[in-house]
């Protein structure tokens, strides 16, 4: 039988009173480049967790990024070879009138590269904004739930207005 060896919880205090509720969860699958793991959760929370140094005593790792970008993020987390970050956010507080994570999510754009060797917003590479770059749409409101997807020097990915996108990953 498996043995549990790691085992962190990905939600915090502080997290929820910036969102404003508890509806959270994990709806991504993780990514790993080189000895960290990075994951998303549906409260707008990415973080790196170093797996060369996993505490099986105490079942942790110690975190070596964590940015929050807003709102929820359903799609996995994609990295390219340089081991950056790309990841999707919808746009669901925002239509719950939820200030914080909406105003947040306003500053961050719903496609977003992240280098997480920086720390904070100094990781944010680029960011995409739906509203500006696509016009009018269907529901514009409605963000990324799809995970992107990487092929040559683009990355690609959907949106919830019904719009196929790609971006210069540079």
């Not at 709806?27 to 099986?56: Q, T, W």
């Not at 929820?72 to 340089?82: A, G, H, K, Q």
């Amino acid at each position: 039988n498996p043995q549990l060896v790691l085992k962190m919880p990905l939600f915090n205090d502080e997290l929820v009173r910036k969102v404003g509720d508890v509806n959270s969860s994990i709806e991504s699958s993780p990514a790993v480049f080189k000895n960290i793991l990075y994951v998303a959760n549906s409260s707008g929370r990415v973080v790196g967790i170093d797996l060369s140094k996993v505490d099986l005593e105490k079942k942790t790792a110690p975190l070596v990024y964590d940015i929050w970008l807003g709102d929820d993020i359903d799609t996995s987390i994609v990295m390219d070879e340089e081991g950056m970050i790309y990841v999707g956010l919808e746009q669901e507080r925002c239509r719950k009138t939820h200030v914080a994570a909406c105003k947040r999510q306003e500053e961050v754009g719903e496609i977003v590269k992240l280098y997480p060797t920086k720390k904070g917003d100094e990781s944010i590479v680029w960011r995409f904004f739906q509203k500006q770059n696509l016009g009018v749409s269907r529901n514009p409101e409605g963000g990324v739930y799809a995970t992107l997807s990487i092929y040559k020097t683009s990355v690609y990915t959907t949106t919830h207005s019904g719009h196929l996108v790609a971006l210069d990953r540079k």
